[in-house]
């Protein structure tokens, strides 16, 4: 071998190992975090590789995963340069995944768990300019769902189903007692006060003329999904995100859950899950949440298509389904659940065109037009009934109830309001709140400020450490 030809071999070795020092240093870069603002008039490009992830718990099955995989696809055919790989097996608690920037592309949660990801773990990538980059239209959106997916200011999530809370209620009671005629069903803006009229003519009582054997509702007080319509009920402002306060000793918000510890000492409830004194516990006798109580409360669709209305259809009762009772102001709780983009993809316009897909007519009805759908958070798919169950048992059920009153929307969970650590604070509190007013342990309304003076102290430590 000549000299001129043994460089020119040297130089190739040289060559070949840079390269391949060069791709491994590429590989072992760090995931970096999507830069949020685009330039304008930016034009996304939708194509390569996605990893989409939900959990387990949520999609146990492939009767669950139709809703979703149906969306996956109808995107795949709209979009065929991208590939998406669909990952059902994701665990409850997503902190090893983010830390580790291997929880993918899109990921599923809730409306409760978007400040805790978008501003605590900085794990979500906000969608504002992807929305004006996509034409997405948010006024044909329900406001209320709308507001879950926001934290911050800034748009974090996608909420893909419309949540808002609803009751079933047995109808041959409401019959029996003369308020409802054979035929006719609980009025879509019915109201608490019509509710508390409701549950004293609802009242029945065992031969000893004390013991309860039917009440006006079941319903779980402890559980912030219920209890948060009170502390709204009459205009109460519970929380200030801006001076990072927590105010329920407010007077409008006492006043709200005045009407919830009125409506056990009256016996309008079932206050479920709450601890009681011997003697209120004797009062209700075998009544329960889902025995001698006429409206139960549901939380939302999914639950529906479940095991509480078969309840009622084992035992041969008529039944319906309520929205939620109107209060002087807005307070019908609701939720959404959606998915979100992760703050370190390396596929942001892909990502975001999915995830954003959901607030289009063709991603809504990809979703929820067949098994494992839900309600569609677009008001002009609202009145349709392409959502609606159809199975024996359920076709004639009151759908409206799940859609009506959606200008009265405000957030079921407090956790979509305040930081994971205020919020748990308030979780707690309020369990405790009812357990120790129920059993004469103590006042509510001290109970109340107690938590108020708790939640403040930990969010202004909160504050102080970023």
């Known amino acids: 071998m000549n000299k001129n030809t043994l460089k020119k ?40 590789r996605l990893k989409v992830g939900a959990r387990l718990n949520v999609y146990p099955n492939e009767s669950s995963r139709k809703s979703v995989n149906n969306w996956l696809n109808a995107f795949r055919n709209k979009y065929p340069e991208v590939t998406i790989e669909a990952n059902f097996s994701l665990p409850d608690d997503y902190s090893a995944l983010i830390s580790s920037k291997t929880i993918g592309d899109v990921y599923w949660l809730s409306d409760a768990d978007c400040y805790n990801f978008a501003i605590t773990q900085q794990a979500l990538m906000p969608l504002d300019y992807y929305i ?23 748009y974090y999530f996608a909420g893909a189903t419309c949540g808002n809370m609803t009751f079933t209620y047995n109808a041959d009671a409401m019959i029996e007692a003369g308020l409802l005629e054979p035929g ?29 054997t039917q009440v006006g509702m079941g319903f779980p007080l402890y559980w912030t999904n219920c209890f948060s319509s009170f502390i709204y009920a009459y205009g109460g402002t519970w929380s200030d995100t801006v001076n990072k306060k927590v105010m329920l000793s407010n007077e409008n918000v006492r006043k709200g859950v005045n009407e919830a510890i009125s409506a056990i000492d009256n016996r309008w409830i079932y206050p479920e899950g709450v601890k ?96 494992g759908g839900d309600v ?20 004639d059920i009151n759908f409206d109830a799940f859609t009506a009153n959606y200008d009265r929307y405000v957030p079921g969970q407090v956790n979509a309001c305040v930081p994971p650590e205020v919020a748990s604070i308030i979780e707690k509190g309020i369990a405790e709140m009812f357990d120790d007013y129920c059993t004469g342990k103590a006042s509510w309304v001290d109970k109340l400020a107690e938590i108020e003076s708790q939640c403040n102290d930990t969010w202004d430590a909160i504050s102080k450490e970023n």
């Open 276 to 371: 009681m004194s011997t003697e209120m516990k004797a009062s209700y006798g075998d009544v329960r949440m889902n025995n001698g109580c006429v409206f139960v409360s549901t939380n939302a669709y999914t639950v529906l298509t479940s095991s509480v209305a078969e309840l009622y259809n084992q035992k041969g009762i008529a039944w319906d389904v309520a929205s939620w009772p109107l209060f002087p102001e807005k307070a019908s709780p609701c939720g959404t659940l959606g998915f979100g983009v992760f703050n370190y993809t390396r596929n942001r316009d892909a990502a975001a065109a999915l995830v954003l897909s959901l607030w289009t007519e063709d991603g809504q009805i990809a979703l929820h037009g067949q098994e």
């Open 132 to 154: 004006e980059a996509f034409d997405i239209d948010l006024s044909n959106m329900y406001s209320g769902i709308l507001n879950l997916c926001v934290a911050n200011g800034r």
């Open 184 to 212: 006719e069903r609980v009025a879509n803006d019915w109201t608490w006060e019509d509710f508390k009229r409701y549950a004293e003519q609802l009242k029945t009582y065992d031969v000893d003329g004390k013991t309860l």
């Open 9 to 48: 071999a040297v130089r190739r070795v040289f060559a070949a190992l840079a390269a391949i020092i060069l791709i491994s240093l590429v590989a072992c870069v760090p995931a970096q975090p999507v830069e949020y603002e685009l330039p304008e008039g930016y034009v996304p490009e939708v194509k390569g």
């Open 376 to 395: 569609p958070v677009l008001k002009k798919l609202g009145d349709q009934d392409f959502w609606h169950l159809t199975r024996e048992g359920y076709r």
